[in-house]
């Protein structure tokens, strides 16, 4: 997770210009109308007193101190590389470090440098962070895939890790960009993602060295100066009640160690309680209790987040511990009042209070359904309002975890994520129905949705897809890693992968490999094989559409097993189609026709005759790239005859069309000349245009080679004026 150091100023964050007003005087520290966040305090004053100030929006946060180390950093992206200094020239980028204790502010002070920098790499910058929720490193392929898709470069599904950094250097290559990896774990994580290109600029936010890679330019962070300690709590506190005692802010300043997260959480209680004084801060922060184990470097976040979290009422105690459980770390309002079991204005309000009072960090812009709220100004605002996403900080998230765990029954946990994932399912099912026809049955459906759960048009519902793409991802991991939700996994993940396919048709392949995964990992474990058969034939269609034809064939030989175990008839077929394809891509064209004669017997079998008269011309085919004349003659008629039984017209002029093609290959030109006829004669009938067309120009190009050229420019003139009829 991130660190952010906000400072400067004299107005606390979220001073909402209508925040609901309370009495003068009065204390903030009770349950607001819904019991889940303190009483807005009001912006109104007494003479000579420092305004106070309402809980509501946070706005950007603005940089505090720094400056010793912005100017090192400087410095280092200036210095001589080692391969300079050696006499060779710098074939990577530089790389900057950032290292400090979460909390410190070195994701902010990286962000800082990156604003300053921003015109010197016109080609932008580009961010991963490398620890995911919970502690546990990010695996290095998703971090080069989510970096290439900032790129705009796409990547194949299922690729290896190595292809994917390859990838991503491909992709930096020539480039002046900004690299910024947050939250890295260890060397290891950085090496593959640096770019071989002098050009670029790699900042990498980290809590110690980078052990393994070379020529690393550290910066190491302490606690803020005193200045720049006591900017941060004015900023929440006020200008007024630092001037009357700036001996005691400094005190709390040095309370807080100089660390930007704990100064922010202790600014959040001062903007909660107007009428309180710096004494009153120290004061409360000396009363928390240390636990004998803590060292003295966590002391100061410790006292400060124990202070805010003790002053919440329980039902924003509890939200806040439910937040630990959102999919990628990253919290909204639905989230949250799923979770919660609350309404989304509730939740809303809370995830504002808790960024107001720093336990959150507001992040991206805002998108999706609207609240759901009563009056006419939310039925105003209800298709096209939207909900800021959140993030806990890293520095807080193990201990709110702990929290969890002590104040949480796992059966409660497990309620709280299956409401969570059900109104996510309910959201995707949305959000698929605006990427459909207006007139559709899906999209008449969602009409009758509560308003929280509907979007405003296909635009909207798309954005809102693409800023949830990594979050919805990771949803699915944990439902996948939940054993008790089976059911809703499934539910989740076929209504991802439609919302997918919907708004983003073939880019969405890579996700979709992630998410045939998942579901072959649940049918595996749960005993289920129609759904294994599936997700390995779906698997193996994206691994041959990647070029990975070998573990194309491998999955789909693993599928055909499986589908045969339990007599599944339509993923048997579509095995064997999709191994005779396959040999057909690898030229092996008679192990491709002896798989599409098994899927022939099948579907013969079956009676399904309109798949049988396919397979007869996919053999037929096979047949005439290997040059076997009679054999490919044999089944295009086959195919022919079938379409004839069938009443399909088209069809039947297109086999036979082919059959033509066989028999000039053959050598047999005045026969391909009567049989093109007759095919010409069916596509009329048909009404194809375009193939009549086609049939016309073949039939002139077979006339020219008999030696008739004025048949043959009759010909091409009636197929060329057909073309001209009907375009495509």
């Not at 995830?351 to 336990?359: E, K, N, P, V, Y």
């Not at 290997?626 to 086999?655: F, M, P, S």
């Amino acid at each position: 997770m991130t660190d952010q150091a906000v400072g400067g100023g004299h107005r606390p964050p979220g001073a909402a210009e209508n925040a609901a007003p309370t009495a003068p005087g009065r204390r903030t520290a009770g349950p607001g109308r819904d019991g889940l966040a303190p009483r807005h305090p009001s912006r109104r004053a007494a003479a000579g007193r420092t305004a106070p100030v309402a809980l509501g929006e946070l706005p950007a946060a603005r940089f505090a101190g720094r400056d010793r180390e912005l100017k090192a950093l400087h410095a280092d992206i200036e210095r001589a590389g080692l391969d300079t200094l050696s006499g060779r020239k710098g074939t990577r980028s530089r790389v900057l470090l950032i290292a400090g204790v979460p909390g410190s502010g070195r994701t902010a002070l990286a962000e800082e440098l990156l604003r300053r920098l921003a015109d010197d790499y016109p080609d932008g910058v580009v961010r991963a962070v490398l620890t995911g929720p919970g502690g546990a490193p990010v695996p290095t392929d998703d971090t080069a895939r989510e970096l290439l898709t900032a790129l705009g470069t796409d990547a194949p599904p299922g690729a290896a890790e190595d292809e994917l950094t390859e990838l991503l250097r491909g992709a930096l290559a020539g480039r002046r960009a900004l690299v910024l990896l947050d939250d890295a774990p260890g060397g290891d994580q950085v090496g593959p993602l640096i770019p071989d290109a002098s050009g670029s600029l790699v900042v990498v936010v980290s809590h110690g060295p980078l052990t393994g890679v070379p020529d690393v330019r550290p910066c190491a962070l302490g606690g803020l100066d005193s200045a720049a300690a006591v900017a941060i709590l004015g900023r929440y506190a006020g200008p007024t009640r630092i001037a009357v005692d700036p001996r005691t802010a400094e005190s709390v300043a040095e309370e807080c160690g100089g660390r930007p997260a704990a100064l922010e959480l202790a600014g959040g209680w001062l903007a909660a309680r107007p009428r309180a004084s710096l004494s009153d801060l120290r004061k409360a922060l000396r009363a928390i209790e240390l636990p004998p184990d803590l060292s003295t470097g966590a002391r100061p976040l410790h006292r400060a987040f124990r202070l805010a979290y003790e002053a919440l009422p329980p039902p924003a105690a509890r939200i806040l511990r439910l937040i630990t459980l959102a999919p990628a770390g990253l919290v909204d309002a639905h989230l949250a009042s799923a979770l919660a079991g609350c309404s989304v204005a509730a939740a809303g309000a809370a995830l504002r209070d808790f960024a107001t009072l720093g336990l959150l960090r507001a992040e991206g812009a805002a998108t999706g359904p609207a609240p759901q709220d009563d009056g006419p100004a939310a039925a105003r605002t209800a298709e096209t309002a939207s909900h800021p996403r959140y993030r806990l900080p890293g520095c807080l998230e193990a201990t709110v975890r702990a929290l969890l765990q002590e104040h949480e029954r796992p059966a409660d946990v497990q309620l709280a994520r299956a409401r969570m994932l059900e109104r996510t399912v309910r959201l995707l099912l949305s959000c698929r129905a605006m990427g459909e026809p207006a007139d559709s049955a899906v999209r008449q459906k969602t009409a009758g949705l509560p308003r929280s759960l509907r979007f405003a048009s296909r635009e909207s519902a798309a954005e809102w897809l693409r800023g949830r793409r990594a979050a919805l991802l990771d949803a699915a991991r944990i439902a996948v890693a939940d054993g008790e939700l089976d059911t809703l996994d499934r539910r989740l993940m076929a209504a991802l992968t439609r919302t997918l396919l919907v708004h983003r048709g073939a880019a969405a392949a890579p996700d979709l490999y992630v998410l045939h995964g998942l579901v072959l990992e649940v049918a595996e474990r749960r005993g289920l094989p129609h759904e294994k058969a599936a997700a390995l034939l779906n698997l193996a269609d994206l691994d041959g559409q990647a070029g990975r034809t070998t573990d194309a064939l491998t999955r789909y030989r693993a599928a055909l097993a499986v589908a045969r175990s339990v007599k599944d008839p339509v993923a048997t077929g579509r095995a064997l189609e999709s191994l005779g394809g396959t040999y057909g891509e690898l030229g092996d064209w008679q192990r491709a026709a002896d798989w599409y004669g098994r899927a022939l017997e099948l579907r013969l079998t079956r009676g399904e005759s309109a798949d049988a008269a396919r397979l007869h011309g996919r053999i037929g085919g096979a047949h005439t790239y290997a040059g076997r004349w009679g054999e490919a003659l044999r089944e295009w008629r086959a195919a022919a005859g079938t379409y004839r039984r069938l009443g399909d017209l088209v069809g039947q002029a297109r086999a036979a069309g082919e059959a033509a093609r066989v028999q000039e290959y053959a050598g047999r030109p005045e026969e391909a000349l009567r049989t093109c006829r007759e095919a010409v004669h069916l596509a009329r009938n048909a009404g194809d245009g375009r193939l009549e067309a086609a049939l016309q120009l073949r039939i002139a190009d077979t006339l020219e080679r008999l030696g008739d050229p004025a048949a043959a420019r009759l010909h091409r003139a009636v197929g060329e004026r057909l073309l001209e009829d009907h375009p495509e």
